[in-house]
């Protein structure tokens, strides 16, 4: 199960090749909602099944226009209780969205302050960041706060222009790929991506997570080049569909993103997987 949640999280990445940091609809104070759910559903051959459920939800706040592009503020829901804010050090995170779409984190040295009383709360040092710990889900104990560029790309649903043509890119895939148009209709528009996965990328996912299990486990002696080795006969396929949907004016209020594989092993026992990742935007 464990693994399942971690490739989860690191397929549903996605990039698109065209980007843009605002939209003729921004002002500075314009408050947005943003909702993020993860499911996964597993089976085997040998009849066992699994299942998993995650989510999360931000607010994103247009703070500036600047020369470089859009600074924006992601912090957690509206009415956080104080609790549940010590538990989160990562927000609230301003960042730039450049032109270019890709995204700067503007106040790291506050981060860091917080990620010391975060640790220190939890009667932690540096010393234990980077590693992961078991309690009621697998739990890394993250002390970067570049991290949370990472965090937001599954958030983040500016991505530029689109249309029938368009270049799209998800991780995980052998992208990119061209964007098909799906309905077109007064209240918005649909558009879809479908790329074979590429499992190179897998395998690599699934070895750095037999990693994880291991620490987790207690087992310190397992290496990625021993995990990769292990998952080297692995045959994997499968396709990832990406489904995005506009507005009237353009702008994406919702991405679906369907990740489905089928890994074979070396003797022959085949495991199927169906990791969905929801994504909706609304204004407040």
């Known amino acids: 199960m464990l693994r399942f949640i971690v490739l989860a999280i690191a397929l549903l990445i996605p990039t698109v090749l065209r980007a843009q940091s605002g939209s003729p609809d921004d002002a500075v104070g314009f408050v947005h909602e943003i909702r993020v759910l993860n499911t996964t559903e597993t089976s085997s051959g040998n009849g066992s099944s699994g299942s998993s459920r995650s989510g999360g939800t931000l607010i994103e706040r247009v703070i500036a226009f600047r020369d470089t592009g859009l600074e924006l503020e992601f912090d957690l829901p509206l009415g956080a209780t104080a609790e549940e804010r010590a538990r989160e050090w990562q927000w609230p995170a301003r960042v730039l969205k450049a032109a270019d ?12 302050a917080r990620i010391d009383a975060w640790l220190t709360a939890g009667g932690m040092t540096r010393e234990a960041c980077g590693h992961w710990i078991f309690t009621w889900d697998a739990f890394k104990i993250e002390c970067d706060p570049q991290s949370v560029i990472t965090a937001l ?68 002696s397992l290496t990625l080049e021993a995990a990769l080795e ?45 990791s969905t990742q929801r994504v909706e935007r609304r204004p407040l």
Not at 242 to 250: I, V
Request: proline share 4%; net charge negative; charged share 25%.
């Open 101 to 112: 779409g890709t995204l700067h984190l503007l106040n790291a040295p506050e981060l860091e």
């Open 153 to 220: 790309n599954a958030f983040d649903l500016r991505l530029g222009t689109l249309g029938a043509g368009v270049p799209y890119t998800e991780r995980g895939g052998l992208g990119p790929v061209s964007l098909q148009a799906g309905t077109i209709e007064v209240e918005g528009s649909t558009f879809v991506a479908e790329t074979p996965v590429d499992p190179i990328f897998i395998r690599r996912e699934r070895a750095e997570t037999d990693l994880v299990v291991a620490e987790i486990t207690g087992d310190r």
């Open 230 to 274: 292990a998952r080297e006969a692995e045959q994997v396929t499968g396709t990832i569909t990406t489904t995005l949907t506009t507005d009237n004016r353009g702008r994406v209020v919702s991405r679906t993103t369907i990740a489905d594989l089928t890994t074979t092993d070396a003797e022959g026992g085949v495991e199927r997987s169906t």
